[in-house]
């Protein structure tokens, strides 16, 4: 039987999942022209992304590129499926770790043994998942708030080596801008910035570009 703050925790945490912007479930897709920016390089090209959720890319022929462009494209329409919170956390229990003034740090029991979250304001503003054997952690500074839901908007994301716990990669810092398409309100990456430090210790940008974006019918 869970204790009061169990269940308080679970209703907290609830309510901030309830409150992320996804997709109606009748999304068909969009696309678009695509650009990328990196060391004064430019590539333009066009891309679609259907219900399937698999980019496809047109007009940049190194594979590389496509890939990095893709991969932005899958990583942000993922997250916005539209799933019930009982599907996916129903074998979670949810139990108070800490609570500061960057909010409610919660540990997950259960299914996802370990995983955990912070809450404030109705908002995940940390995640702290294992996913494939790896540890994600991501911080979010900034949220965007479409009305029908919050984005994150400038976060940090980095992975953690589960068996160390030490940090596997550099930390990724985020900036990312929507703009709303078609009549239904669907908030779609307009532009997304990655810094970073290279292996030189030298900062490096990577910028990605969405524009004359039009849904699929």
């Known amino acids: ?50 219900e399937n959720f698999k980019p496809e890319i047109k007009y940049i022929e190194d594979e590389k590129i496509k890939k990095s462009i893709a991969s932005q494209l899958f990583e942000v329409c993922i997250h916005r499926v ?13 139990n108070l770790l800490k609570s500061s003034e960057n909010g409610i740090e919660i540990v997950v029991s259960g299914k996802n043994e370990g995983d955990k979250y912070r809450v404030k304001d109705d908002c995940i503003n940390m995640v702290y998942r294992r996913i494939h054997g790896t540890i994600i952690e991501i911080f979010v ?4 708030d479409t009305g029908v839901g919050f984005l994150s908007k400038k976060y940090t994301s980095q992975q953690i080596n ?56």
Do not use: P
């Open 1 to 50: 039987m869970e204790n009061q703050g169990e269940i308080n925790c679970k209703e907290i945490f609830r309510d901030a999942y309830q409150k992320r912007y996804t997709w109606n479930s009748d999304f068909r897709g969009y696309k678009g022209k695509c650009t990328y920016l990196f060391d004064k390089h430019a590539y333009e090209g066009e891309f679609s992304l259907g």
């Open 82 to 94: 539209k799933r019930e919170f009982y599907s996916v956390h129903s074998e979670n229990n949810f």
């Open 141 to 144: 500074e900034e949220f965007f």
């Open 162 to 217: 589960s068996k160390t716990l030490k940090t596997d990669t550099q930390k990724f810092e985020y900036k990312d801008e929507f703009i709303n398409v078609g009549k239904k309100d669907y908030w779609i990456l307009n532009s997304r910035s990655i810094r970073y430090l290279n292996h030189n210790n030298e900062e490096e940008i990577q910028k990605f570009f969405f524009e004359d974006l039009s849904l699929l019918k």
